[in-house]
């Protein structure tokens, strides 16, 4: 595959985005400064400076680059530390869209004034993003409401970048030995999903209701209500949340309130999230966490809402979202009056979906991890990924068990589960161990979450989380595999595989003893086994052929001197050229 012309300057322009900003050795082991020819870019290394200036370069690059930078500022086993704490600042910085643009959005999508549709319009942003901007606003009927507008002309912006980054990828992949090692081109495929559902504000609001009924089990989490009157393609309005960010709590807030049963409820609502639901929330950085205080007039809970409702017949509801929420009000614990601070998660726009095969797998990761199992971590994540040709399977699970002993052996407060992750999957891209794209935004949703959790709690032990409520889950899904309906089913599947048993039976017999039965074995790297065997043949043939002209050489000489020497120099020439050829081939392969 050749990169298309047209995407030669915006190559050298994404290329010198690391060459030129103290990122020159990622760009060495992601293979990009060999697809410029010329581009070498400076020698100086990472530094605050350049860090500064690489995220001032992407946010000119546009709403994809900034994309990017999120991205990467939450992969710390890729980037200097200096760099990851400064396109952390992506999630908020980003130049807001004139209040003329925001309302001719709002019109045009709500078919309605301003002044028809809201009793107040805040024209100060309340946050800005790279795909939009949020706004506080209030509803006929005196109801507090955020409002976030997506910028004009977004998807045309993104279209072309998308397209450029899938194409790179793709080349990448085929041309580069980083790109044989990570799924790149799943990398791609998978942020281009997200960003397609963060263009469409439907999907978010049906994400943040689903969300909404996820976490009701979970008194201390509140997900805003979304009103689904004002939500369209480009506009979504919900209820507003007033608190303080996780990163902005005083230290008096913090000996007022205890925190730890707040950071170990949101932990738990992420594993359930992730395992049983096999749905998750996937941008969980510090911005998208409020924390409400008891004083403050905030939106009530699936719980408390369902504490309140006293009607004694269920309302008939007419939409999916309006059905969802009876759902969660329905599953909803009642409510506890010794509640003391509680968590509003927003932004559901970034959520990411597991098969039930992966979820397995990563409960026994989880478990490994948390357990000190290292041997069975790597046994997992083997089974997880792909393995290359040059993949030492002792080497690796050799690092990945002294990998999870060291960070066991760390205090309480030290222990990073993401970042654990993280390291797992650098180790593996090391090793020649490919994996799927889905693990590493697992490790991206942990690692923001033990930052979201450290925030609320700095001795908090996600592992200790980890491991008793992974435990439960266990037990929960053992319980569910042996209900009177998973029974009934195995009971079935039985009973269809007995019914068919005899006439398989009939058929082997027929097969064998007309001697029409074959057995087919695959043997995985039979085809290289095969192409290596066939060249130590040709060499050892072409060995014998040249011992032959030497000896025949040496029995002529005697007689035939000229003819003798003729034989020697021949046979000098093959023997010069094999073994030319075999360093040359055997180089090349190193």
């Known amino acids: 595959m050749i990169l298309a012309p047209r995407y030669i300057p915006r190559l050298a322009a994404t290329v ?111 946050g800005t993003a790279s795909l939009g901007q949020v706004h506080a606003a209030v509803l006929r009927g005196n109801r507090d409401v955020v409002v976030k507008v997506q910028r ?84 979504l309005t ?56 008891p004083e403050s007039a905030n939106p009530m809970t699936p719980a408390e ?24 009000q329905k599953t909803a614990p009642v409510a506890s009056t010794d509640i003391d601070v509680k968590l509003a998660v927003i932004d559901f726009g970034m959520t990411a979906r597991l098969s039930t095969k992966m979820r397995e797998r990563i409960v026994s990761l989880l478990m490994a991890i948390a357990d000190n199992r290292g041997d069975e971590a790597a046994e997992t994540m083997i089974a997880i990924g792909d393995p290359l040709q040059d993949f030492d399977r002792s080497a690796y699970t050799r690092e990945i068990a002294g990998l999870i002993a060291r960070n066991y052996d760390l205090s309480i407060g030290e222990i990073e589960a993401g970042k654990v992750l993280y390291d797992v999957i650098n180790i593996s891209y090391q090793k020649g161990l490919r994996l799927p794209a889905e693990l590493t935004l697992l490790a991206k949703t942990l690692f923001n979450l033990d930052g979201a959790t450290r925030a609320l709690d700095p001795m908090f032990s996600p592992i200790e989380a980890i491991r008793d409520y992974s435990n439960q ?9 042996f209900s009177p309906r998973r029974l009934l089913q195995i009971a079935t599947e039985s009973t269809d595989f007995l019914a068919a048993l005899p006439q398989r039976l009939v058929a082997i017999s027929q097969r064998l003893a007309t001697g029409d039965f074959e057995t087919r074995v695959e043997v995985p790297q039979m085809a290289v086994l095969l192409d290596g ?37 021949i046979a000098g020439v093959i023997g010069l050229w094999m073994v030319g050829t075999i360093l040359y081939s055997d180089r090349k392969k190193n």
């Open 533 to 569: 065997l066939q060249k130590v043949a040709n060499r050892v043939f072409s060995g014998l052929v040249l011992a032959g002209v030497v000896v025949a050489s040496a029995l002529l000489l005697p007689h035939q001197r000229l003819l003798g020497m003729i034989g020697f120099v």
């Open 16 to 126: 010198g985005l690391f060459t030129k900003y103290g990122l020159g050795d990622f760009a060495d082991r992601a293979g990009l400064r060999a697809l410029v020819d010329g581009e070498d870019g400076d020698e100086i290394g990472p530094s605050t400076e350049k860090a500064v200036q690489f995220r001032q370069r992407l946010v000119e690059l546009g709403p994809a680059y900034i994309k990017l930078g999120q991205v990467l500022s939450t992969r710390p086993d890729l980037m200097p530390e200096t760099y990851v704490q400064e396109l952390e600042k992506l999630q908020d910085e980003v130049p807001p869209i004139s209040y003329e643009e925001v309302e001719q959005v709002i019109e045009s999508e709500l078919g309605a004034r301003m002044s028809k549709l809201f009793e107040s319009f805040e024209r100060e942003p309340l």
């Open 305 to 328: 809402l369902k504490a309140i409702d006293r009607r004694l017949e269920v309302r008939e509801v007419g939409t999916h979202i309006q059905r969802i929420e009876q759902e969660a």
């Open 152 to 235: 004009p002309n977004i998807r045309k912006l993104l279209a072309d970048d998308l397209e450029f980054f899938r194409e790179l990828a793709t080349f990448l992949t085929k041309h580069t030995d980083a790109g044989a090692r990570v799924d790149m081109l799943g990398v791609i495929m998978q942020l281009e999903r997200a960003l397609l559902d963060e263009l469409d504000y439907r999907i978010e609001a049906r994400n943040a209701a689903t969300f909404r009924r996820a976490l009701a089990q979970f008194p201390r989490l509140l997900v805003p209500k979304v009103i689904e009157g004002f939500t369209t393609e480009k506009v």
């Open 473 to 481: 889950l266990v037990t929960q899904r053992a319980r569910r595999d």
């Open 238 to 293: 919900s209820d507003r949340v007033r608190g303080l960010k996780i990163d902005e709590v005083s230290p008096l807030i913090r000996m007022e309130h205890d925190f730890e049963p707040l950071a170990e409820e949101l932990t738990r609502a992420y594993l359930k999230t992730i395992i049983i639901d096999g749905h998750f929330h996937a941008d969980p950085h510090p911005g998208n966490f409020f924390v409400l205080l």
